[in-house]
């Protein structure tokens, strides 16, 4: 299993950003994908999920980014997407694409996802 996380780079604050993740080695909509982020020195914490098709795709976010940030599936492409606006300082980090089957309680949960993609860095300054 692979997970390709791209599209990060550096943008100024306010401006919108697109993530992908492509996955090889399983199917992305038999799979709860989710995206988090780390800045250096601090543990990772959860961005947005979106459970898999048996459980309608359900999406959840952070309080942090409810609102500026979308998590989809393109199930042809096996591809999940961050599309991210509103881009503030606070949101530069390396995000992380993952794959798991948590249950509905755990989706935030990082331990619950078996599969981790590469980081891709985001940065947020003017």
């Known amino acids: 299993v692979q997970l390709q996380a791209s599209g990060g780079g550096l943008v100024q604050p306010g401006a919108s950003l697109g993530l992908s993740c492509a996955a090889s080695?399983?199917?992305?909509?038999?799979?709860?994908m989710g995206w988090y982020r780390q800045v250096p020195g601090k543990d990772s914490a959860f961005v947005a999920a979106v459970t898999d098709r048996a459980r309608g795709g359900s999406t959840f976010y952070a309080d942090s980014v409810k609102g500026r940030f979308t998590i989809s599936r393109d199930n042809a492409k096996n591809t999940v997407y961050l599309e991210m606006s509103s881009l503030q300082p606070e949101d530069t980090a390396v995000y992380f694409c993952?794959?798991?089957?948590?249950?509905?309680?755990?989706?935030?949960?990082?331990?619950?996802?078996?599969?981790w993609g590469q980081g891709t860095l985001v940065t947020v300054s003017s």
């Open positions: 080695g399983l199917t992305v909509n038999t799979y709860s």
């Open positions: 993952a794959a798991g089957r948590p249950i509905l309680s755990s989706v935030r949960t990082s331990s619950a996802y078996t599969f």
